[in-house]
Structures are given as structure tokens and as C-alpha cells.
């Protein structure tokens, strides 16, 4: 029987909580966990069942070091980490693999395209991983990383996971803040937000199967300015979505008279 591989998780961000308990079912691997933070380190390992180290001198020989930190924080910890691991791994979607190349002599990137937050559950075959690696070594172990964690993956350049990275932001965050302002909408006005969800599920669904160029409806589309007048009179009282409301009814309106 082989010996499992060892993986430590560096930091105690969002995604590590996760992806602890992810790997802790993975035979093949011996995980354990690091951070700063040892307060959220220790509960992590609790939760998880992971090996808590405290001390980075306790980092196992011939270790993956999978860094689950904050962008603006990944060349500081690596730098701290040189020598340590024999592949060091950052998830970012925009930080470019170049932070790693003095921390070890094999780097990668593994960007999960995902939101990770407290109490989610993840199913990771349901994770898309978007990979990248310096040398056949890093390449090679990232693959089989990434199949066991799900197995959805695909491998890009830092140009390409960059590009895909402002798109989830579009796809993702910016969709997520109109539900924002949705909400405080319907709470203010004593509506029920969860009466919109079937519409909600239904429009996520539709992506699948047409773009969403062809899929476009409502007053701004059909050039309705009288309900466009009317709904920005009753938001008179919400700025933030008045000038959201505005600004989307422009753009529409105006791709729908191109067509």
C-alpha cells in the first residue's frame, strides 16, 4: 500500500475550511494545517479531523503546500515558506503563479471557479478547477489533485484564468448585489423575497441551454418608458438601486432597438 501523499494547508481563509474537509476523505492523503491565525487554525483541525501544526518547522518532508490566503498576502507567506514544500500551490483567479517561483522548485495554480462561505456546502464535483503549472512535475500532481477532489477542471494560462476570473465577478458578485438590493426592496415594502426564487432558479437554468442574449424580457427590452418611469419614481427612496435600475434600463433598451 502506498503511503499517503502529504498536504498541508497554509492559512485559514474561506476556502480552507472547505477544502480541509474535502481532502480529510481522501485516503490517498496525510493533510495537516498552519496559520497565523491559530485560533482558526485549531477549530479548523477540530472540525476536520486534520493534523494541526503549531509551528511551520513541523511543515512534513517532501510536502504539497496549498496556500489559502488572501491575493494580497500569497508572495509574503510563500516567501516565508521557501524551501519547505516540494510543490507550493496559491487559488487564486488573478494572482499570477510568478509569486511562488523562489518558494519551491515545482509551483502551480489551482483556482476553484466557486463562491466559498460559512455554513455552504460544497460539492466539490460540482467545482470547477482552473489549473496551471510551472514543469511536468507540478502538472502532474496537479491533475491528480484536481481528480480527487472532483474532477472538473481545465488547464489555463494566467491570461485566460485572469479573463474567466472578471467574468465569474459579472457572473457571480455583481448578480449577487442586485439580489442585495432586491431584497432590501421587498423587506422594506413587507414583500416576501423568497416569492421570486422559482423565476430566480428558472433564469439560472435557462444559461444552460440558451445565451442569455436571446433570453433578455422586461420593460427595458421592450422599450417600455412609461414603466420604466414609474419604477424609478416608487425607487425614489433607494438611490443604490434607482442608479443601478437607471443604468441596466439604458443598456438594454438600447441593445434591444440594435437588434
Partial sequence: MLKPKNICIIGTGKIARHLAEKLASIAD??????????????TISQETGIKLLKDISEIPASSIGILCVSDHAI???????????????????????????????????????QSFTPGNIINWKNVPLCLE??????????????????????????EQRRMLHLAAVGANNFVNHLMVLTEEWCLANGLD???????????????KTS????????????NDQSTIALHLSMLKDFPEFAEVYALLSKQISERSKRK
Fill in 29 to 42: 492523503y496525510s493533510v495537516c494545517i498552519w496559520g497565523r491565525n491559530a485560533e482558526s487554525a485549531q
Fill in 75 to 113: 508572495q509574503n507567506v510563500a516567501h516565508d515558506l521557501i524551501g519547505r514544500f516540494e510543490l507550493i500551490i496559491h487559488l487564486s483567479g488573478t494572482s499570477s503563479i510568478d509569486l511562488l517561483k523562489d518558494s519551491a522548485a515545482h509551483t502551480a495554480v489551482m483556482w476553484p471557479n
Fill in 133 to 158: 503549472a510551472s514543469d511536468e512535475f507540478a502538472h502532474d500532481e496537479l491533475s491528480e489533485l484536481a481528480k480527487n477532489l472532483g474532477d472538473p477542471f481545465a488547464w489555463l494560462t494566467g
Fill in 193 to 207: 423575497f423568497q416569492f421570486l426564487m422559482p423565476m430566480i432558479e428558472q433564469s439560472a437554468q435557462r444559461f
Fill in 211 to 222: 445565451s442569455p442574449q436571446l433570453t433578455q424580457t422586461g420593460p427595458a427590452s421592450r
